[in-house]
C-alpha cells in the first residue's frame, strides 16, 4: 500500500490536495501527479483548451479515470504538453501533431530528430523540463481544487446538520 508524503514533509493531513508525491515500497522514487488547473496555470492556457486538447489526444502520463473525476498529469506529460504547445504557436502547426512531435522529441536519444535530409530539430528538454518545474511549483500555490458536481443545496445541508 503507497504511503502519501510531500517533499517539504508535511503531514498528508495538512496536504493541499492539488499535488501529492508516491512514495512506493522498497523505492525512494517520487511520483507527482499534477491537477488539470494548476498545469493550465502553469503553462498559461486556458483551462478548457488544455482539457479539450487531452480529451482528444492520447498522450502518456494522463491518469483519466471515469467521468466527473478531474485528471491529474504526470510531469514527463506536462513537460510534452509544454513543448507541443511552444511547437504548435511557433511552427504554426496542429496540437494534436504537435504533441505527437513533442512526445517523439522527448523520448529521442540526445532530444532531436531529423525533418527530412537536410534539417534537425532539437530541444533542450532539460532547461524545458526545469522551466515547467518552477511554473508548475508556482502554480500549485496559486491554484486551489476546482470543486466538480453540484454544489450542495441548503436542504442537504440541513438534513446532515439535523440528522
Same mark, same amino acid.
Given at each position: ?10 503531514? *498528508? ?5 492539488? /499535488?501529492?508525491?508516491? /512514495? ?39 491518469? #483519466?479515470?471515469?467521468? +466527473? ?11 510534452? /504538453? ?7 504557436? +511557433?511552427?504554426?502547426?496542429?496540437? +494534436? ?11 529521442? *536519444?540526445?532530444?532531436?530528430?531529423? /525533418? +527530412? #535530409? ?10 524545458? #523540463? ?34
Amino acid at each position: 500500500m503507497p504511503r502519501i508524503a510531500h517533499a517539504s514533509g508535511m503531514e *498528508p493531513s495538512t496536504l493541499t490536495p492539488v /499535488i501529492a508525491r508516491i /512514495i512506493f515500497r522498497n523505492t525512494e522514487e517520487y511520483l507527482p501527479f499534477y491537477d488539470l488547473s494548476a498545469v493550465a496555470q502553469a503553462l498559461d492556457i486556458q483551462y478548457r483548451q488544455l482539457d479539450n486538447m487531452l480529451s482528444r489526444n492520447d498522450l502518456a502520463g494522463v491518469e #483519466r479515470k471515469k467521468r +466527473g473525476v478531474t485528471r491529474r498529469l504526470t510531469t514527463d506529460a506536462v513537460v510534452v /504538453i509544454h513543448l507541443a504547445w511552444e511547437l504548435a504557436s +511557433g511552427l504554426k502547426m496542429s496540437i +494534436g501533431d504537435a504533441l505527437q512531435l513533442a512526445a517523439d522529441l522527448e523520448r529521442a *536519444p540526445g532530444h532531436d530528430l531529423a /525533418i +527530412g #535530409r537536410f534539417a534537425t530539430l532539437r530541444v533542450d528538454v532539460s532547461a524545458l #523540463r526545469a522551466s515547467t518545474l518552477e511554473r508548475l511549483n508556482t502554480a500549485v500555490e496559486l491554484v486551489g481544487r476546482r470543486r466538480r458536481g453540484r454544489p450542495v443545496g441548503q436542504a442537504t445541508m440541513r438534513s446532515v446538520r439535523d440528522g
